[in-house]
Protein backbone atom coordinates (compact mmCIF):
# COMPACT_ATOMS: atom_id res chain seq x y z
CA UNK A 1 0.00 0.00 0.00
CA UNK A 2 2.51 2.29 0.87
CA UNK A 3 4.25 2.02 -2.64
CA UNK A 4 1.09 2.17 -4.40
CA UNK A 5 0.44 5.39 -2.46
CA UNK A 6 4.18 6.72 -3.24
CA UNK A 7 3.90 6.29 -6.91
CA UNK A 8 0.22 7.47 -7.59
CA UNK A 9 1.75 10.93 -5.75
CA UNK A 10 4.51 11.02 -7.75
CA UNK A 11 3.01 10.65 -11.37
CA UNK A 12 0.21 13.10 -10.49
CA UNK A 13 3.27 15.57 -9.40
CA UNK A 14 4.91 15.80 -13.23
CA UNK A 15 5.18 18.96 -14.78
CA UNK A 16 7.18 18.13 -17.86
CA UNK A 17 6.30 15.99 -20.84
CA UNK A 18 7.47 12.54 -20.74
CA UNK A 19 8.84 11.51 -24.61
CA UNK A 20 6.59 8.86 -25.09
CA UNK A 21 3.69 10.98 -23.58
CA UNK A 22 4.35 13.55 -25.93
CA UNK A 23 4.48 11.04 -29.05
CA UNK A 24 0.88 9.63 -28.43
CA UNK A 25 -1.13 12.77 -26.95
CA UNK A 26 -2.93 15.49 -28.83
CA UNK A 27 -1.64 18.41 -26.28
CA UNK A 28 -0.05 21.38 -27.77
CA UNK A 29 3.18 20.86 -27.52
CA UNK A 30 5.24 24.23 -26.89
CA UNK A 31 8.02 24.48 -29.82
CA UNK A 32 9.56 27.33 -29.13
CA UNK A 33 9.56 30.90 -27.30
CA UNK A 34 10.81 33.85 -28.06
CA UNK A 35 10.73 37.24 -25.82
CA UNK A 36 11.15 40.67 -27.20
CA UNK A 37 13.20 43.15 -25.89
CA UNK A 38 13.70 46.45 -27.78
CA UNK A 39 13.56 43.33 -30.82
CA UNK A 40 13.36 44.42 -34.28
CA UNK A 41 11.52 40.97 -35.89
CA UNK A 42 10.24 37.32 -33.21
CA UNK A 43 11.58 34.88 -35.76
CA UNK A 44 10.51 31.36 -35.67
CA UNK A 45 13.38 29.80 -38.50
CA UNK A 46 13.12 26.53 -37.31
CA UNK A 47 10.59 23.63 -35.92
CA UNK A 48 8.09 24.34 -38.80
CA UNK A 49 7.90 21.50 -41.01
CA UNK A 50 6.10 18.29 -41.42
CA UNK A 51 5.88 17.25 -37.80
CA UNK A 52 2.65 18.70 -36.73
CA UNK A 53 -0.85 18.99 -39.22
CA UNK A 54 -1.08 22.59 -37.67
CA UNK A 55 0.93 25.28 -35.64
CA UNK A 56 -0.57 27.52 -32.94
CA UNK A 57 1.22 31.17 -32.29
CA UNK A 58 -0.09 32.73 -28.88
CA UNK A 59 1.01 36.39 -28.44
CA UNK A 60 0.92 37.56 -25.66
CA UNK A 61 1.45 41.79 -24.13
CA UNK A 62 3.26 42.82 -27.56
CA UNK A 63 4.22 45.93 -26.84
CA UNK A 64 5.51 48.36 -29.19
CA UNK A 65 8.19 50.99 -29.24
CA UNK A 66 6.65 53.33 -31.33
CA UNK A 67 3.10 54.66 -30.42
CA UNK A 68 0.51 53.22 -32.89
CA UNK A 69 2.06 50.53 -35.10
CA UNK A 70 1.17 47.27 -35.50
CA UNK A 71 1.58 44.38 -35.41
CA UNK A 72 2.12 42.34 -38.79
CA UNK A 73 3.48 38.79 -39.68
CA UNK A 74 5.39 37.19 -42.76
CA UNK A 75 6.26 33.66 -43.82
CA UNK A 76 9.66 32.51 -45.17
CA UNK A 77 8.35 29.84 -48.46
CA UNK A 78 12.23 28.44 -49.03
CA UNK A 79 14.54 31.33 -49.20
CA UNK A 80 16.19 33.42 -46.21
CA UNK A 81 13.20 35.71 -47.20
CA UNK A 82 10.38 36.75 -45.54
CA UNK A 83 7.98 37.39 -48.20
CA UNK A 84 6.02 34.68 -49.33
CA UNK A 85 2.66 35.83 -51.20
CA UNK A 86 -0.44 36.35 -49.42
CA UNK A 87 -3.96 37.08 -50.01
CA UNK A 88 -5.84 37.99 -46.85
CA UNK A 89 -9.00 39.30 -44.95
CA UNK A 90 -8.97 41.83 -42.22
CA UNK A 91 -12.11 42.50 -40.09
CA UNK A 92 -12.39 44.06 -36.86
CA UNK A 93 -15.14 44.89 -33.89
CA UNK A 94 -14.14 48.40 -32.53
CA UNK A 95 -15.20 50.20 -28.78
CA UNK A 96 -13.67 52.65 -27.34
CA UNK A 97 -13.28 53.52 -23.54
CA UNK A 98 -15.96 56.40 -23.48
CA UNK A 99 -18.84 54.14 -24.65
CA UNK A 100 -20.00 56.00 -27.66
CA UNK A 101 -18.18 54.48 -30.81
CA UNK A 102 -18.71 50.81 -32.30
CA UNK A 103 -18.56 49.17 -35.18
CA UNK A 104 -17.98 46.07 -36.74
CA UNK A 105 -16.46 46.23 -40.25
CA UNK A 106 -14.18 45.06 -43.40
CA UNK A 107 -10.97 47.24 -43.85
CA UNK A 108 -9.81 47.11 -47.21
CA UNK A 109 -6.65 49.53 -45.96
CA UNK A 110 -5.31 46.56 -43.83
CA UNK A 111 -5.68 43.34 -45.94
CA UNK A 112 -3.44 42.04 -48.81
CA UNK A 113 -4.44 40.49 -52.07
CA UNK A 114 -1.05 38.60 -53.55
CA UNK A 115 1.00 40.91 -51.28
CA UNK A 116 4.64 39.93 -50.61
CA UNK A 117 4.37 42.47 -47.52
CA UNK A 118 4.06 41.51 -43.57
CA UNK A 119 0.37 40.60 -43.37
CA UNK A 120 -1.29 42.83 -40.53
CA UNK A 121 -2.47 41.34 -37.08
CA UNK A 122 -3.67 44.37 -35.61
CA UNK A 123 -4.79 48.06 -34.96
CA UNK A 124 -2.41 50.58 -34.03
CA UNK A 125 -1.15 49.52 -30.67
CA UNK A 126 -0.73 52.10 -27.57
CA UNK A 127 2.55 52.38 -25.79
CA UNK A 128 1.19 53.73 -22.84
CA UNK A 129 2.74 51.01 -19.89
CA UNK A 130 -0.43 49.53 -19.76
CA UNK A 131 -1.21 49.00 -23.42
CA UNK A 132 -0.32 46.02 -25.80
CA UNK A 133 -2.03 43.26 -27.97
CA UNK A 134 -2.86 39.70 -27.53
CA UNK A 135 -3.92 36.97 -29.71
CA UNK A 136 -3.18 33.97 -31.57
CA UNK A 137 -2.52 32.66 -35.53
CA UNK A 138 -2.96 29.01 -36.65
CA UNK A 139 -1.11 27.78 -39.45
CA UNK A 140 -2.48 24.93 -40.96
CA UNK A 141 -0.38 22.33 -42.84
CA UNK A 142 2.93 24.53 -43.64
CA UNK A 143 5.08 21.46 -45.06
CA UNK A 144 2.33 20.73 -47.75
CA UNK A 145 3.99 21.34 -51.15
CA UNK A 146 0.39 20.73 -52.87
CA UNK A 147 -1.96 22.97 -51.43
CA UNK A 148 -1.74 26.72 -50.29
CA UNK A 149 -1.06 27.56 -46.63
CA UNK A 150 -4.13 28.77 -44.63
CA UNK A 151 -3.89 31.01 -41.43
CA UNK A 152 -6.35 32.42 -39.27
CA UNK A 153 -5.64 34.95 -36.29
CA UNK A 154 -7.43 36.63 -33.56
CA UNK A 155 -6.02 39.16 -32.04
CA UNK A 156 -7.28 42.02 -29.03
CA UNK A 157 -5.57 45.46 -28.94
CA UNK A 158 -5.61 48.45 -26.40
CA UNK A 159 -5.16 51.18 -29.36
CA UNK A 160 -2.79 54.16 -28.64
CA UNK A 161 -6.66 56.29 -28.97
CA UNK A 162 -7.93 53.88 -25.84
CA UNK A 163 -10.62 52.21 -27.67
CA UNK A 164 -10.05 48.01 -27.72
CA UNK A 165 -10.26 46.29 -31.05
CA UNK A 166 -10.70 42.72 -31.77
CA UNK A 167 -9.19 42.20 -35.21
CA UNK A 168 -10.41 38.70 -37.49
CA UNK A 169 -7.26 37.94 -39.93
CA UNK A 170 -6.91 35.21 -42.31
CA UNK A 171 -6.24 34.42 -45.53
CA UNK A 172 -3.22 31.79 -47.33
CA UNK A 173 0.26 31.97 -48.55
CA UNK A 174 -0.23 31.53 -52.33
CA UNK A 175 2.55 29.11 -52.33
CA UNK A 176 2.95 25.46 -53.04
CA UNK A 177 6.50 25.34 -51.86
CA UNK A 178 6.36 24.70 -47.96
CA UNK A 179 6.74 27.64 -45.21
CA UNK A 180 9.41 27.03 -43.10
CA UNK A 181 9.71 30.35 -40.89
CA UNK A 182 7.49 32.64 -39.38
CA UNK A 183 8.52 36.27 -38.60
CA UNK A 184 6.66 39.40 -36.85
CA UNK A 185 7.61 42.65 -36.74
CA UNK A 186 5.95 46.05 -35.95
CA UNK A 187 4.59 48.33 -39.31
CA UNK A 188 7.61 50.73 -37.42
CA UNK A 189 10.25 50.45 -34.84
CA UNK A 190 10.75 47.63 -32.64
CA UNK A 191 8.85 45.12 -30.46
CA UNK A 192 9.71 46.96 -26.85
CA UNK A 193 8.28 44.02 -24.96
CA UNK A 194 5.89 40.40 -25.15
CA UNK A 195 5.89 36.96 -25.59
CA UNK A 196 5.38 34.95 -29.09
CA UNK A 197 4.78 30.69 -28.17
CA UNK A 198 4.97 28.21 -30.68
CA UNK A 199 3.37 24.77 -30.37
CA UNK A 200 2.57 21.94 -31.88
CA UNK A 201 -0.91 20.68 -32.65
CA UNK A 202 -2.05 17.34 -31.94
CA UNK A 203 -0.29 13.93 -32.39
CA UNK A 204 3.05 14.00 -34.70
CA UNK A 205 2.68 13.32 -38.27
CA UNK B 1 18.20 2.00 6.26
CA UNK B 2 14.87 0.34 5.69
CA UNK B 3 13.72 3.56 4.92
CA UNK B 4 16.51 4.44 2.53
CA UNK B 5 15.78 0.70 1.03
CA UNK B 6 11.82 1.33 0.40
CA UNK B 7 12.87 5.29 -0.90
CA UNK B 8 15.53 3.27 -3.49
CA UNK B 9 13.21 1.24 -4.84
CA UNK B 10 10.24 3.82 -5.16
CA UNK B 11 12.37 5.34 -7.07
CA UNK B 12 13.65 2.71 -9.86
CA UNK B 13 9.78 1.94 -9.77
CA UNK B 14 8.46 5.38 -10.53
CA UNK B 15 11.79 6.46 -12.93
CA UNK B 16 9.94 3.24 -15.09
CA UNK B 17 6.65 4.07 -14.97
CA UNK B 18 7.43 7.62 -15.77
CA UNK B 19 9.82 6.78 -18.70
CA UNK B 20 6.99 3.70 -20.06
CA UNK B 21 4.05 6.74 -19.97
CA UNK B 22 1.94 6.43 -23.15
CA UNK B 23 -0.76 8.65 -22.16
CA UNK B 24 0.07 12.39 -20.33
CA UNK B 25 -0.56 13.24 -16.63
CA UNK B 26 -3.38 15.74 -16.23
CA UNK B 27 -0.29 17.32 -14.28
CA UNK B 28 1.94 17.57 -17.61
CA UNK B 29 -1.23 18.83 -19.67
CA UNK B 30 -2.72 15.09 -20.40
CA UNK B 31 -5.43 15.62 -18.18
CA UNK B 32 -5.70 19.24 -16.81
CA UNK B 33 -8.21 22.18 -18.00
CA UNK B 34 -7.86 23.05 -21.53
CA UNK B 35 -6.25 20.23 -22.45
CA UNK B 36 -6.79 18.90 -25.85
CA UNK B 37 -6.76 15.16 -26.10
CA UNK B 38 -6.65 13.70 -29.63
CA UNK B 39 -9.07 10.99 -30.22
CA UNK B 40 -9.27 10.42 -33.79
CA UNK B 41 -7.91 11.39 -37.37
CA UNK B 42 -9.71 10.64 -40.70
CA UNK B 43 -8.11 10.99 -44.01
CA UNK B 44 -10.16 11.63 -47.01
CA UNK B 45 -9.04 9.48 -50.24
CA UNK B 46 -12.09 10.06 -52.73
CA UNK B 47 -13.85 9.88 -49.60
CA UNK B 48 -18.22 10.64 -49.81
CA UNK B 49 -18.37 11.55 -46.42
CA UNK B 50 -16.05 11.31 -43.42
CA UNK B 51 -18.01 9.99 -40.30
CA UNK B 52 -16.97 9.84 -36.39
CA UNK B 53 -18.74 7.52 -34.61
CA UNK B 54 -19.34 7.65 -30.81
CA UNK B 55 -18.34 4.01 -29.76
CA UNK B 56 -16.75 2.69 -33.01
CA UNK B 57 -13.29 3.06 -34.27
CA UNK B 58 -12.03 4.30 -31.36
CA UNK B 59 -13.87 7.61 -31.68
CA UNK B 60 -14.88 9.07 -28.48
CA UNK B 61 -18.42 11.43 -28.62
CA UNK B 62 -19.56 11.20 -25.68
CA UNK B 63 -19.74 12.68 -21.81
CA UNK B 64 -15.95 11.61 -21.49
CA UNK B 65 -15.40 15.67 -22.74
CA UNK B 66 -17.68 18.32 -22.45
CA UNK B 67 -16.07 19.93 -26.07
CA UNK B 68 -15.24 18.35 -28.68
CA UNK B 69 -13.16 20.01 -31.42
CA UNK B 70 -12.76 18.98 -35.28
CA UNK B 71 -9.94 20.18 -36.90
CA UNK B 72 -9.82 20.15 -40.92
CA UNK B 73 -6.63 20.43 -42.68
CA UNK B 74 -6.76 21.02 -46.83
CA UNK B 75 -9.84 19.32 -47.37
CA UNK B 76 -10.04 19.50 -51.34
CA UNK B 77 -13.27 19.01 -53.07
CA UNK B 78 -13.25 16.58 -56.53
CA UNK B 79 -15.94 18.95 -57.89
CA UNK B 80 -15.52 22.37 -58.44
CA UNK B 81 -17.53 24.76 -56.57
CA UNK B 82 -19.23 22.92 -53.92
CA UNK B 83 -19.55 24.03 -50.40
CA UNK B 84 -18.05 21.98 -46.99
CA UNK B 85 -20.41 20.93 -44.97
CA UNK B 86 -21.79 18.94 -41.84
CA UNK B 87 -24.88 17.49 -39.77
CA UNK B 88 -25.07 15.11 -36.76
CA UNK B 89 -27.50 12.38 -35.46
CA UNK B 90 -28.03 10.67 -32.17
CA UNK B 91 -28.32 6.77 -30.91
CA UNK B 92 -27.55 4.52 -34.24
CA UNK B 93 -29.25 6.70 -36.83
CA UNK B 94 -27.64 7.72 -39.77
CA UNK B 95 -29.73 10.24 -41.00
CA UNK B 96 -28.03 13.26 -40.40
CA UNK B 97 -30.94 15.58 -39.62
CA UNK B 98 -31.17 17.15 -37.03
CA UNK B 99 -32.66 20.53 -36.20
CA UNK B 100 -30.46 23.59 -36.99
CA UNK B 101 -30.68 27.50 -36.19
CA UNK B 102 -27.52 29.27 -36.70
CA UNK B 103 -25.20 32.18 -38.31
CA UNK B 104 -22.91 32.51 -41.51
CA UNK B 105 -20.40 35.27 -42.22
CA UNK B 106 -17.74 35.59 -44.04
CA UNK B 107 -14.76 37.97 -45.12
CA UNK B 108 -13.86 37.93 -48.74
CA UNK B 109 -10.98 39.60 -50.45
CA UNK B 110 -9.58 38.38 -54.23
CA UNK B 111 -6.49 37.36 -55.19
CA UNK B 112 -7.22 40.51 -58.02
CA UNK B 113 -7.79 42.67 -54.80
CA UNK B 114 -11.23 43.05 -55.52
CA UNK B 115 -14.04 42.39 -53.03
CA UNK B 116 -12.34 43.06 -49.55
CA UNK B 117 -16.14 42.68 -47.68
CA UNK B 118 -17.77 41.51 -44.83
CA UNK B 119 -21.24 39.74 -45.41
CA UNK B 120 -23.67 37.60 -43.77
CA UNK B 121 -24.68 34.97 -45.98
CA UNK B 122 -28.40 33.98 -45.97
CA UNK B 123 -28.02 31.06 -47.75
CA UNK B 124 -25.38 29.78 -45.63
CA UNK B 125 -27.36 30.12 -42.09
CA UNK B 126 -30.21 27.83 -41.17
CA UNK B 127 -33.37 28.48 -39.56
CA UNK B 128 -35.11 25.23 -37.88
CA UNK B 129 -33.52 23.55 -41.35
CA UNK B 130 -32.54 19.70 -41.23
CA UNK B 131 -30.08 19.41 -43.73
CA UNK B 132 -26.54 19.95 -43.71
CA UNK B 133 -24.64 23.06 -42.06
CA UNK B 134 -21.92 24.67 -44.74
CA UNK B 135 -18.39 25.49 -43.24
CA UNK B 136 -18.20 27.89 -45.65
CA UNK B 137 -20.37 30.41 -47.19
CA UNK B 138 -22.42 29.76 -50.03
CA UNK B 139 -19.73 31.03 -52.01
CA UNK B 140 -18.46 28.17 -53.44
CA UNK B 141 -14.45 26.63 -52.94
CA UNK B 142 -12.96 25.63 -55.81
CA UNK B 143 -10.69 22.67 -56.87
CA UNK B 144 -7.28 23.49 -58.64
CA UNK B 145 -4.62 21.37 -56.94
CA UNK B 146 -3.91 24.02 -54.34
CA UNK B 147 -7.34 24.86 -53.62
CA UNK B 148 -8.72 23.73 -49.99
CA UNK B 149 -10.64 24.71 -46.75
CA UNK B 150 -8.76 24.52 -43.40
CA UNK B 151 -10.35 25.24 -40.02
CA UNK B 152 -11.56 24.24 -36.97
CA UNK B 153 -14.88 23.24 -35.52
CA UNK B 154 -16.38 23.12 -31.78
CA UNK B 155 -19.38 21.63 -30.56
CA UNK B 156 -20.32 21.87 -26.45
CA UNK B 157 -21.64 19.14 -24.12
CA UNK B 158 -23.07 17.15 -27.74
CA UNK B 159 -24.16 14.51 -24.79
CA UNK B 160 -26.48 16.96 -22.48
CA UNK B 161 -29.83 16.06 -22.21
CA UNK B 162 -31.32 19.01 -20.88
CA UNK B 163 -29.92 22.01 -23.16
CA UNK B 164 -29.34 22.40 -26.96
CA UNK B 165 -25.70 22.15 -28.12
CA UNK B 166 -24.36 24.46 -29.49
CA UNK B 167 -21.21 25.16 -32.11
CA UNK B 168 -18.94 27.22 -33.35
CA UNK B 169 -16.50 27.20 -36.51
CA UNK B 170 -13.88 29.82 -38.51
CA UNK B 171 -12.65 28.48 -41.81
CA UNK B 172 -10.40 30.06 -44.04
CA UNK B 173 -11.28 28.46 -47.89
CA UNK B 174 -10.02 28.88 -51.16
CA UNK B 175 -13.33 30.54 -53.47
CA UNK B 176 -13.82 29.08 -57.40
CA UNK B 177 -12.55 32.63 -58.93
CA UNK B 178 -9.30 32.97 -56.01
CA UNK B 179 -10.81 34.86 -53.85
CA UNK B 180 -10.16 33.83 -49.96
CA UNK B 181 -13.04 33.31 -47.61
CA UNK B 182 -12.77 33.14 -43.93
CA UNK B 183 -16.32 32.19 -42.74
CA UNK B 184 -17.79 32.42 -39.38
CA UNK B 185 -20.38 29.73 -38.66
CA UNK B 186 -22.27 29.45 -35.18
CA UNK B 187 -25.46 28.31 -33.99
CA UNK B 188 -27.06 25.17 -31.96
CA UNK B 189 -28.69 21.66 -32.66
CA UNK B 190 -32.37 22.20 -31.27
CA UNK B 191 -32.49 18.87 -29.82
CA UNK B 192 -31.95 17.84 -26.45
CA UNK B 193 -31.44 14.40 -27.22
CA UNK B 194 -27.95 13.58 -26.73
CA UNK B 195 -25.79 13.52 -30.13
CA UNK B 196 -23.61 10.37 -30.77
CA UNK B 197 -22.09 11.30 -34.70
CA UNK B 198 -20.78 13.77 -36.78
CA UNK B 199 -20.85 13.64 -40.82
CA UNK B 200 -18.70 15.92 -42.88
CA UNK B 201 -19.26 15.99 -46.70
CA UNK B 202 -19.08 18.04 -49.75
CA UNK B 203 -22.07 19.35 -51.31
CA UNK B 204 -21.77 17.60 -54.10
CA UNK B 205 -19.04 15.15 -55.01
CA UNK B 206 -16.29 13.51 -52.72
CA UNK B 207 -14.00 14.80 -50.45
CA UNK B 208 -10.96 14.22 -52.25
CA UNK B 209 -7.97 14.75 -49.91
CA UNK B 210 -7.59 15.74 -46.66
CA UNK B 211 -7.63 15.40 -42.93
CA UNK B 212 -10.26 16.15 -40.10
CA UNK B 213 -8.95 15.10 -36.47
CA UNK B 214 -11.56 15.04 -33.55
CA UNK B 215 -10.16 16.11 -29.95
CA UNK B 216 -11.73 16.34 -26.55
CA UNK B 217 -10.96 19.25 -24.41
CA UNK B 218 -11.09 18.41 -20.67
CA UNK B 219 -12.01 21.37 -18.54
CA UNK B 220 -11.93 19.65 -14.94
Request: aromatic residues 10%; contains cysteine.
Amino acid sequence: MAIRTAVNRALTEITALPTAAALVNGNLTLLATETASSSANLTFDSNINSTYDSYLFKYISIHPATNGEQLKIAFRDGSTAYDATKTTTFFRAVHNEAGNDTEVAYRTAQDLAQGTGAAHLTQGIGTDNDQSASGELMLLAPSSTTFVKHFIARTNTYSADDYNYTTFVAGYCNVTAAIDGVQFIMSSGNIDAGVIKMYGVGPKQ
Amino acid sequence: MPIIKGLDKLIKYNDRSIKDLTTTPAAAGGGGTGALVHIKTLTASSSATLDFLNGSSDVVFDDTYPIYKFEFINCHPATDGVNFSFQADTGTNTSYNQTITSTNFSAYHGENGNSGTLSYSTGGDKAQATTFQNLNSTSEIGNNNDQSISGELTIYNPSNTTFVKHFMSNTNWNELYDFTGNTYVAGYFNTTTALTRVQFKMSSGNIDAGKIKLFGILDS
